[in-house]
C-alpha cells in the first residue's frame, strides 16, 4: 500500500518515511527552482518575508507549461526539472524555510542530504519528462507568485489529489537511494571499461 | 506556389507533432526496454514514462512540460522564393501560443524572457541548398536536463578509439540520473571544436535503429550502448538495465593533428519532426506517418 500524506506535512509524518517508499500527496504543491530560491534566500536575508509560507510545504522543483482561461490558471504539463541545479542552495533553503519534502528528478548532493536529515525533510522522485501525467495530478491552480521571473520559474500554488507516484529517494536518516545506485555504478564501472578495453 | 504562411503553417503543425508525439523508432525502444527490466522500480519508471506518452497522444498534449529550444535544419531547393527563416520563427511564435510550448528562450546574461521563444538566433536554423525541389524542415525541440550534460573535449590523436569511448564513457558516468534517462547519446568526433558539437547533434537525428554505414562506425555505436548499459544508472537514475537506449555516431575528417570528440545528451522524450513540403503544397511529415 502506497502512503498518502497531507499538506502541510507534520515533521513526524516526514520522519516516519522509509527510502524506497511508494508515496502520493493531497494538499498544495508548491514549485519553485533556480530562481525562486534565489529570490527567496535574498529576502531572507534582507529580513522580508516571502508572499507564500514555505513551513512543511511540498516543494516541487517544476518549472510547468500553463494556460490562463479567463482568470483561470490551468496546467498543461508539469514534470520535475533536474534538482542536482538547486545543490548549492537547497541545504540553506531547507534550514531557513522548513519544506517538509522537496519534490524532483535526478537526486541531490550531500549536503542536503545532511539538511534533510537535520531538519525532518525528504526527497521525493517523480519521473523526469513525465509532465502529462504529473499534471493528472493537480486539480486545479489557486495562484501564482513572483510570475514577472518567467512561467517556469515563477512559484505556482497548486491543488494535488493522489499527486504521484513519487519515491522516497532520500529520507530524515541520512539515506539516499542516489547514493545507492553511485556506489553500485562505481562498482558496475569496472565491467564496461573491461569490456571497452579500457584498463 | 507554397507561400510564406503555408510553410508558418507547418511549423506551427510540426512543433504541435513533434513535442506530443515521438518517432516510432523511440517508443519501440522505450516498450523493449520496459520488458527488459525486472525489479520494481526501474519497472515503475518505465511505465510511468510509457503511460505518460499514452496520455500525451490521447490529450494532444506536450509530453514533456521542457518544450526545449528548438534546433532546426532545413534543406531548400536551389530555386527557392520563400522567405523560410522568416516562417519559422513566426511559426515557432505561434506554436508557443498554440500548442502551447513553454517559452524557454532567454537572454544569456539578463536571463530576460520574452515569452515567444524567439530572440536572437533564436530559434537557431541550420540551412543548406538541396538537390530536390521540395523544402525540407526538420525540429529538434531540445530540453536542457539532458543538453545540460553534454561535453566536448580536444583529444589528441594518440589517444584515438580507447580516448573516444574514455570520454563518452565519463561523460555518462558525470551525467548519471540528470538528463533523465534511459538517455540517447549522440557522439560526434572530428572536424573541428565547433563542427564535431554540431555532428553530436546531428547524430540524434538518426533514427534509433538505424546503425551508421560505415561498418567499423557502426560496430563502436553497438560496443559503447552495450558498455553503456552494464553501468546500472538505470531509468531516472534509480538504478536498472536500461540507462541508454540509443547512441549514434557522426564523423567528419579533421586536422592531423586534432581529435575533437562531442557528447550530446538526450532524454528519453527524444523528440524530432520533419517536414516536406512539395511544390504543389502537399506536406508530408516522414517521422510522424499516420497519425493527426
Wanted: charged share 20%.
Amino acid at each position: 500500500m502506497a502512503t498518502r500524506l497531507k499538506t502541510p506535512l507534520s515533521e513526524e509524518s516526514v520522519r516516519s518515511l522509509k527510502l524506497g517508499e511508494t508515496v502520493y500527496i493531497d494538499g498544495v504543491v508548491l514549485t519553485g527552482r533556480d530562481e525562486v530560491h534565489i529570490h527567496a534566500l535574498e529576502m531572507f536575508e534582507k529580513g522580508e518575508s516571502t508572499p507564500v509560507d514555505f513551513k512543511g510545504a511540498a516543494l516541487f522543483h517544476c518549472g510547468p507549461i500553463m494556460r490562463k482561461t479567463g482568470e483561470q490558471w490551468e496546467v498543461v504539463a508539469a514534470g520535475p526539472t533536474t534538482s542536482s541545479r538547486m545543490n548549492s542552495l537547497e541545504p540553506s533553503f531547507i534550514e531557513k524555510f522548513r519544506p517538509g519534502a522537496v519534490i524532483g528528478k535526478g537526486g541531490m548532493s550531500q549536503p542536503t542530504v545532511d539538511a534533510m536529515k537535520e531538519h525532518g525533510c525528504v526527497y521525493l522522485a517523480i519521473t523526469g519528462g513525465a509532465a502529462v501525467l504529473a499534471a493528472k495530478g493537480i486539480k486545479s491552480v489557486s495562484g501564482v507568485e513572483w510570475y514577472e521571473l518567467g512561467m517556469p520559474e515563477a512559484i505556482w500554488i497548486m491543488n494535488a489529489e493522489n499527486f504521484g507516484p513519487l519515491t522516497v529517494g532520500i529520507d530524515t536518516k541520512g539515506n539516499s537511494l542516489y547514493a545507492a545506485v553511485g556506489a553500485k555504478v562505481k562498482e558496475n564501472e569496472k565491467r564496461a571499461r573491461s569490456q571497452l578495453g579500457l584498463e | 506556389m507554397v507561400t510564406e504562411a503555408d510553410v508558418q503553417d507547418a511549423v506551427v503543425e510540426l512543433l504541435r507533432k513533434t513535442v506530443v508525439r515521438l518517432p516510432a523508432d523511440v517508443k519501440v525502444a522505450l516498450e523493449a526496454a520496459y520488458g527488459a527490466e525486472v525489479d520494481e522500480v526501474p519497472k515503475m519508471q518505465l511505465k510511468a514514462i510509457l503511460d505518460n506518452i499514452a496520455l500525451a497522444e490521447e490529450g494532444v498534449t506536450p509530453m514533456c512540460q521542457d518544450t526545449g529550444v528548438t534546433i532546426f535544419y532545413i534543406t531548400l531547393p536551389r530555386n527557392a522564393t520563400v522567405a523560410v527563416e522568416k516562417a519559422i520563427v513566426e511559426g515557432v511564435r505561434r506554436a508557443t501560443k498554440e500548442v502551447p510550448l513553454r517559452p524557454n528562450a532567454v537572454h544569456p546574461i539578463t536571463r530576460k524572457n520574452p515569452g515567444d521563444n524567439v530572440g536572437d538566433r533564436m530559434p537557431y536554423i541550420n540551412c543548406r541548398v538541396g538537390a530536390e525541389d521540395h523544402i525540407e524542415i526538420t525540429v529538434m525541440t531540445k530540453g536542457a536536463g539532458s543538453e545540460n550534460m553534454s561535453q566536448m573535449a580536444m583529444l589528441t590523436p594518440s589517444q584515438g578509439v580507447k580516448g573516444i569511448k574514455e570520454f563518452v564513457l565519463n561523460t555518462v558516468l558525470r551525467a548519471g540520473g540528470n538528463p533523465c534517462p534511459p538517455m540517447v547519446l549522440g557522439v560526434g568526433i572530428g572536424g573541428s571544436a565547433d563542427i564535431s558539437m554540431k555532428l553530436a547533434k546531428e547524430a540524434l537525428l538518426r533514427p534509433l535503429n538505424k546503425r551508421h554505414e560505415d561498418p567499423a562506425i557502426a560496430s563502436l555505436e553497438q560496443e559503447l550502448l552495450e558498455a553503456l548499459n552494464l553501468l546500472g544508472i538505470g531509468p531516472m537514475g534509480l538504478g536498472g538495465k536500461t540507462t541508454a537506449i540509443g547512441l549514434n555516431i557522426e564523423y567528419a575528417f579533421c586536422h592531423t593533428a586534432s581529435l575533437p570528440v562531442a557528447v550530446n545528451v538526450q532524454c528519453w522524450a527524444a523528440r524530432r519532426g520533419t517536414v516536406r513540403i512539395h511544390p504543389d503544397g502537399r506536406m508530408e511529415f516522414p517521422t510522424h506517418e499516420g497519425v493527426s
